[in-house]
């Protein structure tokens, strides 16, 4: 199983872009990698998913390198809103097939990000 | 919006209880998982369901068991309550194929053992 690390927290000021890096050296050919955003009292929610160079989208952008061992979730502009815990998972869903990560989608330990005024 | 919904967001029981977790999602979703929540100890998953009846265990399944006789839900079942139970419970589910990792979560249920 591919086992994440990622910092146990990080701080910030509004406007200013927070780079979150996640080791996975462990990864498996057919794992994604997706990161999660969590509130206090709310389960996870899904920020962005990748499985290699580099995805976009309107709240995020992900970086993979070509190894895949690691992998750089980047917030722009991040405002006080964007304080939360955000996960790095590692993993992939498919059809059972022995030796597969199949179903066994391993969360980090999270990474706390305090956003300053 | 995909909904997930469980059943109860806080629980109180007591030791050697046997407890019942239900979650219930509407998108049609072949996947379900149940993971709990622990400080410092982030998400770590009890069991995973890719299909009616078929049930996988997780990273730490020992003290719970899962039923899942219909697609749409998926229950966590704790025979007898320890307080090393104590948690934030969350269920999820998602598409067999696809979008693979994209969980959708439930808000959590959050169990007190006595």
């Known amino acids: 199983l591919a086992k994440t690390t990622q910092p146990i927290s990080m701080d910030s000021y509004e406007g200013q872009e927070v780079n979150i890096t996640c080791s996975h050296n462990?990864?498996?050919?057919?794992?994604?990698i997706t990161w999660y955003q969590q509130f206090p009292s709310q389960g996870p929610r899904f920020i962005i998913q990748g499985y290699k160079t580099k995805v976009t989208n309107e709240v995020a952008s992900l970086f993979i390198p070509a190894d895949r061992k690691s992998s750089t979730l980047s917030l722009p502009r991040v405002s006080l809103s964007d304080t939360a815990v955000y996960y790095c998972l590692v993993g992939g869903i498919g059809m059972p097939a022995g030796g597969t990560s199949y179903g066994k989608l391993t969360f980090g330990q999270g990474t706390i990000l305090t956003v300053h005024p | 919006d995909v909904k997930v919904t469980q059943s109860s967001r806080y629980l109180v029981k007591r030791t050697g209880e046997k407890v019942f977790l239900e979650c219930v999602q509407d998108m049609d979703h072949e996947n379900m998982f149940w993971y709990r929540q622990d400080p410092g100890l982030g998400l770590r998953l009890i069991y995973f369901?890719?299909?009616?009846?078929?049930?996988e265990k997780g990273d730490i399944p020992e003290g719970y068991s899962v039923s899942r006789e219909k697609k749409e839900r998926f229950s966590l079942i704790l025979e007898s309550a320890s307080t090393n139970q104590t948690s934030m419970y969350l269920c999820a589910s998602s598409f067999l194929t696809g979008r693979t990792g994209e969980l959708f979560f439930g808000e959590g249920s959050r169990l007190t053992v006595l």
């Open positions: 462990n990864i498996a050919t057919n794992d994604y």
């Open positions: 369901s890719y299909d009616v009846k078929m049930k």
